[in-house]
């Protein structure tokens, strides 16, 4: 007689779950999330019903489902919160940029010929801190210094170690004493208004280097753009940005000739050297970018040393899956000071989440909600942004995904489609919780794999046929 193997209590969850009655619909609808991670479960119901003579039409009601719940997928964009999500997050993100680059989904392919660029926006810096430095494929010294001076509290400010990409140094003060934390925090926390003061100050400089007015530029111009936030690991926001010319009527309409790309990377430069944030009742420097801005011209098809359109719009979507836990931080609110001692960071994350709280106590920066965002490092500003006038919307691209699946399911069904001129849809929902239960992650995960699998094997097949 063979033995029966040994299972683990979290292991005889995920078999006893398998083993349920409801498991088969349960399944089909963490596949229908994408396997999300952190799925909301619902209870509630949703009546189709004749606008005209009020008959009803058709009856959902999750008290009707084995399960006794409905589950939708949480939609969070962070990749370590759910990397289910976050997949489509990040695919959605790379149809919005490449469609205000290349044209697509309602947006005319004539764009691809508009001046574009992208540019990097980065903070100052507030101390020496240790960094990945190579050449030519070799990792050079971090900080060398032949006469190996010292800092006042008696440091070295200097590094001959060759950090790799991976090392946790990277990002970490060479002196905790000397960095400026207070000034780190801060300029986080103002990030979104600077950015702002530069889309609201660049037609100005513009305008300028035309020799035109403000209200002439309106009659000849439109400045459009998509953005968002990365965390570099000393913990500051910088921005990546595709920022694009238009003609007055946006996307359709195109720049005049006379503005080249080279005029136009002169008016980024110049306005991102000149905009400025001032903190009422703070330090006496306002805020303003650091000086390695990178302003590169998008190409349709990138040669040697070029920016692709598609390059550029793939490395957006990489990013906008990820938070500040890529800077050593936690990817959920702090709420007591008391948890900051016990967090899994870096000591460097540490200490800018204590500058947040105590900042947050001070009178002139309340406004600021540093308490609040203390996990992004004091950063508040969304971490995706585009201009209305830019591409499609992220929600135009969510409702064509429930539109498709909502078509799929009423072909398997039979069902007609719904007549929006005669048909009206009312429901009442209510929150019965979220996450998965004891034994349900395991199976969560398996679908999420086998959805990420199909989806590749998809994508290669559609490369072959290109």
Request: overall charge positive.
């Amino acid at each position: 007689m063979s033995e029966v193997p040994h299972l683990s209590p979290e292991m005889l969850a995920v078999m006893q779950r398998a083993a349920m009655p409801d498991f088969a619909p349960w399944q089909q609808m963490v596949y229908a999330t994408g396997g999300c991670a952190q799925p909301v479960r619902l209870h509630g119901e949703r009546y189709t019903l004749d606008s005209r003579t009020g008959e009803v039409l058709d009856v959902y009601r999750t008290a009707d489902e084995p399960t006794g719940f409905l589950l939708t997928a949480c939609g969070n964009r962070r990749a370590s919160r759910c990397p289910a999500c976050s997949a489509v997050y990040k695919d959605d993100t790379y149809h919005l940029i490449i469609t205000g680059l290349r044209g697509g989904k309602g947006v005319p392919e004539e764009v691809s010929q508009h001046p574009r660029a992208f540019v990097t926006f980065t903070a100052p810096s507030f101390g020496a801190v240790h960094a990945h430095r190579e050449q030519s494929g070799r990792t050079l010294p971090c900080r060398p210094r032949r006469d190996r001076p010292v800092c006042e509290h008696g440091r070295p400010k200097g590094c001959g170690l060759r950090h790799e990409r991976d090392d946790v140094q990277v990002g970490q003060p060479l002196c905790v004493d000397c960095y400026d934390y207070i000034g780190a925090v801060l300029w986080n926390a103002h990030a979104g208004a600077l950015w702002r003061e530069f889309t609201k100050t660049m037609p100005s400089v513009l305008a300028r280097l035309l020799g035109i007015s403000r209200m002439e530029l309106r009659q000849t111009v439109r400045l459009s753009y998509a953005k968002v936030a990365e965390y570099q690991a000393r913990g500051m926001v910088h921005f990546h940005a595709v920022v694009r010319l238009d003609g007055p009527e946006g996307p359709f309409d195109r720049p005049p000739g006379h503005i080249t790309i080279a005029l136009f990377e002169r008016a980024v430069r110049r306005t991102a050297g000149q905009v400025a944030v001032r903190i009422e009742d703070g330090p006496p420097s306002p805020v303003r970018w650091g000086d390695q801005l990178d302003v590169r011209p998008v190409y349709v098809s990138g040669e040697l040393g070029e920016l692709s359109d598609q390059r550029v719009a793939a490395y957006v979507a990489r990013y906008a899956t990820k938070g500040a836990e890529s800077a050593g931080t936690v990817d959920r609110r702090i709420r007591h000071t008391g948890e900051i001692a016990r967090l899994k960071v870096s000591e460097h994350a540490r200490r800018m989440i204590y500058t947040c709280f105590s900042l947050a106590e001070l009178r002139p920066y309340r406004t600021l909600l540093l308490r609040q965002w203390a996990h992004m490092l004091g950063y508040r500003g969304h971490f995706s942004t585009k201009s209305r006038h830019y591409s499609i919307r992220l929600g135009d691209l969510r409702q064509a995904r429930t539109d498709f699946r909502a078509e799929q399911a009423r072909m398997i069904t039979g069902t007609p489609p719904p007549d929006p001129e005669r048909t009206v849809t009312v429901g009442e929902w209510h929150y019965a919780g979220s996450g998965h239960r004891h034994g349900e992650a395991f199976w969560a995960e398996v679908a999420r794999q086998r959805i990420a699998k199909a989806r590749r094997i998809a994508r290669q097949q559609a490369d072959e046929n290109r």
